[in-house]
């Protein structure tokens, strides 16, 4: 189902340019577009939880990847 959104004209114009530099229409432009902000707030989220970690939560957090690392070759070291 397709949905009339207004933007402003200044947005409109660099959706064109974005669209143009890539050869696709505004719609897949603009779907890319948001697509890579829903990714960009998701990873702001993920950066802001890893910083509120206390000094014992983020020790405890290293030392849980540091045993996963040790599963990395599990099994292999014959290949």
Do not use: C, H
């Amino acid at each position: 189902m397709a949905e009339t959104v207004r933007i402003a004209p200044e947005a409109r114009e660099i959706l064109s340019e974005i669209a143009e530099n890539l050869n696709v229409t505004l719609t897949e432009a603009l779907s890319r577009a948001l697509r890579e902000y829903r990714k960009e707030l998701f990873l702001r989220g993920l950066a802001a939880d890893f910083a509120a970690l206390t000094p014992e939560e983020r020790a405890e957090e290293q030392a849980e990847l540091k045993l996963w690392d040790t599963t990395l070759m599990d099994g292999l070291e014959d290949e």
